[in-house]
Nanobody
Framework: VQLQACGGGLVQAGGSLRLSCAASGRTFSSYVMGWFRQAPGKEREFVAAINWSGGSNYADSVKGRFTISRDNAKNTVYLQMNSLKPEDTAVYYC?????????????????WGQGTQVTVSS
């Protein structure tokens, strides 16, 4: 599986962005898809994950502001980010984990995209 993330950019605090991650292959629905982020000087952290049927989970820091979704017909996962804060500034990565069980652990994801930069100005 190859993953290509896009949609990052510069936005003011309170603004919105939508990230997309396109996956290659014909078994996209067999994978849990996740979004992670890494801020400068910090470890990569879990943001959100979604299974094939749309069940989702979020980090506490983004609950109520971010929404993860997927379109299995288009092999694409999305991350809608609203009410952005400066602390959301990071490189955002999409990742794929084979199976139906979501996970917040980086080491349980098999495939990673290249990352897209999100910068939120105050």
């Amino acid at each position: 599986v190859q993953l290509q993330a896009c949609g990052g950019g510069l936005v003011q605090a309170g603004g919105s962005l939508r990230l997309s991650c396109a996956a290659s292959g014909r078994t996209f629905s067999s994978y849990v898809m996740g979004w992670f982020r890494q801020a400068p000087g910090k470890e990569r952290e879990f943001v959100a994950a979604i299974n094939w049927s749309g069940g989702s989970n979020y980090a506490d820091s983004v609950k109520g502001r971010f929404t993860i979704s997927r379109d299995n017909a288009k092999n694409t996962v999305y991350l809608q980010m609203n009410s952005l804060k400066p602390e959301d500034t990071a490189v955002y990565y999409c990742a794929a984990r084979y199976g139906s069980r979501w996970s917040a652990r980086l080491d349980e994801y098999n495939y990673w995209g290249q990352g897209t930069q999100v910068t939120v100005s105050s």
